[in-house]
């Protein structure tokens, strides 16, 4: 794992973008076809707004997973994960080959279809965030770091729920979900390669927590550490937290 520092959102969300961009054009020139993962959060709306402004990228070979969603949630909700991914992503770029994950239809059903789909080949790259309380996809604390199903149901904590509510997608706590259909921990691991892009001053105490301490399920996105292809992208503010020492085996500047 590495970790670069990027002078703002902007100039992590495009740095972000041309890793990704990259990583698709080799995949399909390599075999014809790439398979991403993408997640849907107001951290990613500046990198995907990047990524589908990139020219060169097939689209239609690109075979698309969604990291997670709440349960309940009907797709047209303006909360919704699929939502999210239809205008900040697949509208931009065509994509035809998707598996979002339904909130409103029976959670097991989709949970079955979406990993069998997702285990039948190798995933090329992932994109994910690290959430104000340090979870990976839904993967709240304490995280289970050893079920091997490709998605499971989760049950979503007080932080987690809140900032949903502060970031506007909810007017109030009673509104968020308590419960979410989320890619396992593991699974996650499984790609090629992962980009997390994570920026502002609101995510520091989560950074500083996954990436000071130990690797432990109470800061689920430690785990990313133990990726080889892993790479972090933060801002100054989100990086503001991190040790010296960190910075200094780890990190690269932007």
Not at 170 to 189: C, G, H, N, R, Y
Request: hydrophobic share 45%; net charge negative; glycine share 6%.
């Amino acid at each position: 794992m590495t970790i670069e520092v990027h002078e703002d959102s902007r100039s992590l969300a495009e740095a972000a973008a041309k890793r990704a961009a990259a990583l698709i054009q080799e995949a399909v020139a390599k075999r014809g076809k790439a398979r991403i993962v993408a997640a849907s959060a107001a951290s990613q709306v500046e990198f995907l707004d990047s990524l589908t402004r990139i020219p060169g990228i097939d689209w239609v070979r690109v075979e698309l997973f969604h990291l997670d969603e709440y349960i309940g949630l009907p797709m047209t909700h303006p909360a919704s994960f699929c939502l999210f991914l239809q205008e900040h992503l697949i509208s931009k770029t065509g994509i035809r080959n998707l598996h979002l994950l339904n909130g409103a239809a029976d959670p097991g059903e989709v949970i079955r279809s979406t990993g069998e789909a997702i285990a039948s080949e190798p995933i090329d790259v992932a994109f994910v965030g690290i959430g104000e309380n340090g979870h990976l996809a839904f993967n709240d604390p304490p995280a289970d770091f050893e079920t091997e199903q490709p998605y499971l149901v989760v049950n979503l904590d007080e932080a987690c729920r809140r900032q949903q509510v502060g970031e506007g997608w909810f007017k109030d706590l009673s509104e968020v979900p308590p419960t979410a259909i989320s890619m396992s921990v593991k699974q996650v691991l499984k790609a090629r390669e992962i980009l997390a892009i994570v920026a502002g001053a609101r995510k520091a105490r989560a950074i500083a927590g996954c990436f000071n301490g130990p690797i432990t399920p109470m800061a689920p996105s430690s785990i990313l550490r133990t990726h080889p292809n892993a790479t972090i992208y933060l801002d100054r503010d989100s990086a503001a937290l991190l040790k010296p020492e960190v910075l200094a085996t780890l990190a690269t500047a932007g």
